[in-house]
């Protein structure tokens, strides 16, 4: 007697983690702001040395700036490590590196101005291996990326070469805030477009069809 052939049955699929990218857009508009006025803030006190009430500015606009800052950071590093499992998940050895690697690249000097790009390439890959879109829009995503890093490491920089100068520069400073929101916004949109694609590739990979599907 022959048996019939073991029928496909979906697992669970992974989620995209959509309450963590919201909390992370938020903060990282916070801090975008943020950082305008602590930078606003900061030049005005380093040409009225003298004067309280810029000093009293400074601080407090700077204490406010680190604590969002590093709320931030903390968000997206935890949006970031999940999307990452979760895109290992979908498509194994797609992304490369340790998720120990994947956290501590964005803080080591000189690594960190072309490493994270690279893992968050790494991660939109391979959530887009199992939902793929075609190659134009796998470039668009390319280029929204490399967009917001550009912006990203330009303030950093331009920010670097203001403090040579003692800080007090109005073009450094607007070229370096521009930057600054404009970095935001595009990081806002990334976290939108990869927490999207996760999702659409995870509910196609938790169909009975997909590659989570396992036989009984």
Known sequence: ?????????????????WLLARLTQGVIAL??????????????HRLHPADDASLSRSGLTSMVFIYVMTAATVLFLVWFSRCRRTAQMLS??????????????WFVPVVNLWAPRLLVLDVWHASSAVDTDGETAKRRNDVLVNAWWAAWV??????????????TSLPLLVVSETLELVA??????????????LRSAALQAGSPAGPLAQHV
């Open 184 to 197: 935001a916004v595009l990081a806002i949109y990334v976290i939108q477009r990869i927490t999207a694609a």
């Open 154 to 167: 330009g303030h950093a920089v331009i920010t670097a070469v203001a403090q040579l100068g003692a800080g």
């Open 92 to 105: 194994p050895g797609a992304a490369a590196g340790s998720g120990v690697w994947a956290v501590v690249a």
């Open 31 to 44: 801090a975008a702001v943020a950082d305008v006025f602590r930078a606003t803030a900061l030049r005005e």
């Open 1 to 17: 007697m022959t048996g019939s052939a073991p029928a496909p049955v979906s697992v669970p699929a992974p989620k995209a983690p």
